[in-house]
């Protein structure tokens, strides 16, 4: 009985964290326009990809797939990015805060890893047609280190908006102390200046 009365709370807790961790329940089918109207089909079509990701800055070109673009996405929970990476292009530890990822490879190969709460790294090298899953919240990266070929990916999200953060901006731009910086990862001064350098 005790044991019993032990569970109850501990479920309804579990439950409520759940439901408070995801992107709120539509109470309708879709947000849209008045649909006593009517209203077409293409409403629910996106065609905004079709000129794929725009050219590569600083070797990658993303273009966002969110509701600001396809409000169809209102309410959905989800969002994705067409994303290239020109030959020897990074795309640093990072993390998603509000968001699973589960990235598709439509054309060429991609290096990518995450590490879990306990640092060990998991990683893997895909090819077209390859899908890896980045949990939420979990640092990761991708890197194109063929040197020769392009790599055009699509990153689907478990969430309107996943966030995005940079961990060494997070660290090296946010204005944490150097002596702070200096103590926990045991490096000079002149090294946390560089790291803070190579951020602006």
């Known amino acids: 009985m ?18 408070l961790a995801r992107d709120p329940n539509l109470v309708v089918d879709f947000i849209g326009p008045n649909v006593s109207t009517g209203f077409p089909g293409r409403y629910f079509t996106y065609t905004g990809l079709r000129g794929g990701a725009p050219p590569p800055a600083h070797g990658i070109g993303h273009k966002g797939v969110k509701s600001d673009e396809f409000p169809a996405l209102d309410g959905m929970g989800v969002s994705m990015e067409l994303v290239e990476f020109a030959p020897g292009a990074v795309n640093g530890p990072h993390t998603h805060p509000r ?22 790294l998991y990683k893997n090298d895909l090819q077209k047609y390859d899908v890896f899953l980045f949990p939420e919240g979990l640092p990761h990266y991708e890197a194109n280190l063929n040197k020769g070929e392009k790599a055009v990916v ?7 908006d996943a966030g995005f953060v940079s961990l060494a901006q997070s660290l090296f731009g946010s204005g944490i102390s150097d002596e702070v910086l200096m103590k926990t990862l045991k490096v000079s001064a002149e090294t946390i200046q560089e790291l803070k350098d190579a951020q602006k």
């Open 2 to 19: 005790a044991n019993s009365l032990f569970l109850l709370p501990t479920f309804a807790l579990l439950f409520l964290t759940t439901v």
């Open 154 to 160: 699509v990153m689907m999200f478990g969430s309107a």
């Open 99 to 120: 968001g699973s990822e589960l990235l598709f490879v439509l054309e060429g190969g991609l290096t990518v890893g995450t590490t879990d709460s306990r640092g060990k």
